[in-house]
């Protein structure tokens, strides 16, 4: 908030004013923004809690924060509940064009390899489960 500010050409006394102000009133408050802000990527738009802990740092969080939040969530059902809705759309592909879109997809979320394979097996033993249950 501090940078934003300084970037508007206001003086550093007046600076601290509206940090000391904004405090008082718990609008900064990195530990709610990190709570509520990780929660709702989750929900929404999963994605690996390295990728989390890059965007919070670029926004200036301090990493023990981001690291108490973080604490809670496992890469692995993150991976799952990423891919699940497009799952759908991916069903009528071949093995080989499933397991790239696949390991394609989590990656650029930010997961790691292994999460990905585990991912990516979970969803091909269920596939062929399914295929042997609807013959």
Do not use: H
């Not at 004013?17 to 802000?37: A, G, R, V």
């Amino acid at each position: 908030m501090r940078e934003y500010i300084k970037k508007k050409g206001v003086s550093e006394d007046i600076i601290k004013k509206i940090i000391e102000i904004l405090l008082e009133q718990n609008y900064l408050n990195d530990k709610d923004f990190t709570t509520l802000f990780v929660e709702s990527k989750a929900r929404n738009k999963p994605k690996s809690k390295f990728a989390f802990q890059y965007e919070l740092k670029k926004k200036g969080i301090d990493p023990s924060i981001i690291d108490i939040v973080l604490e809670q969530y496992d890469d692995n059902d993150l991976a799952l509940k990423a891919v699940r809705p497009k799952i759908r759309m991916w069903q009528n592909l071949d093995d080989e064009t499933f397991k790239k879109k696949m390991m394609n997809f989590l990656r650029y979320r930010g997961f790691n390899y292994d999460i990905c394979l585990s991912t990516l097996n979970f969803f091909l033993e269920s596939k062929k489960l399914n295929e042997r249950g609807l013959k």
